[in-house]
């Protein structure tokens, strides 16, 4: 009588080690793609939010001019953002234990600080048009062209502030919630710029016979929602920023 055999072949453990690896990479590469789609749906998210409320804002404010002597002037202002907040420099010292007891409760500047004024183009937008030069009479890009409650130009301590930046959320900054991470709140940023709409009415141009007269009133918000932000103040020279999304839409303005 054969007694029964004990333990396994080197073929068997091969063929077990190698199932093993394959269902192992599966199940890896399974983890990495549900992350990857998770960051992508936060980033999405993030970026309809910062879109909505943007429009939302620029509709009270474009419907509510302001009249500064011959100038006419609208006011944004985005609540629970920053034209001066470095998100790096808070990260660094919040691991390093800088904010172990209390945050600043004036983090990023003051509501009054972080409102700004500005002026619609002048220019009807030109497709096709390129250069910064060029496009400077066709746009009202913020926050980089923003004016003072004036209608002056305003001035910049640390150079322009490039775009907005979302403050970490209040829970955060009321310390009561600790740990970092990559999808927070204050790692997105924004701008947008403001231009005339080509669109025309179905009214002729007494000055212009066969064309339609232009919709005055209608103009179109460009918006871009960057992550990772890189700003020249803390780079130390100009950097070139991509946003990850970017969206177009209409608006119609109150004189």
């Not at 804002?57 to 629970?80: A, E, H």
């Amino acid at each position: 009588m054969r007694k029964a055999r004990k333990g396994f072949t080197l073929t068997e453990i091969l063929v077990a080690m190698a199932i093993f690896a394959l269902g192992g990479s599966a199940i890896v590469a399974l983890f990495i793609t549900n992350q990857r789609l998770s960051r992508q749906a936060m980033d999405s998210t993030r970026a309809a939010e910062i879109t909505r409320n943007v429009r939302s804002l620029l509709t009270q404010s474009l419907s509510r001019p302001i009249q500064v002597g011959d100038k006419t002037v609208y006011k944004f202002d985005y609540p629970g953002s920053s034209l001066t907040f470095l998100p790096n420099k808070f990260m660094k010292d919040y691991e390093q234990g800088s904010y172990a007891k209390e945050i600043p409760t004036d983090l990023g500047g003051t509501p009054v600080e972080n409102a700004v004024f500005f002026r619609l183009p002048a220019a009807m937008f030109q497709a096709g048009t390129t250069g910064e030069e060029a496009l400077r009479p066709m746009l009202t890009s913020l926050p980089n062209d923003s004016m003072d409650s004036a209608g002056n130009p305003r001035s910049w301590e640390n150079g322009r502030p490039e775009a907005f930046r979302l403050l970490p959320d209040s829970l955060r900054r009321a310390s009561a919630l600790y740990g970092l991470d990559p999808d927070d709140r204050m790692f997105y940023s924004f701008d947008f710029s403001i231009r005339r709409s080509l669109a025309r009415s179905g009214v002729e141009d007494p000055a212009n016979p066969g064309f339609k007269l232009p919709l005055e009133d209608l103009f179109v918000v460009h918006v871009k929602v960057y992550k990772g932000f890189e700003y020249a103040e803390e780079a130390g020279e100009e950097v070139q920023n991509t946003p990850y999304y970017e969206t177009d839409f209409y608006i119609a303005v109150a004189r």
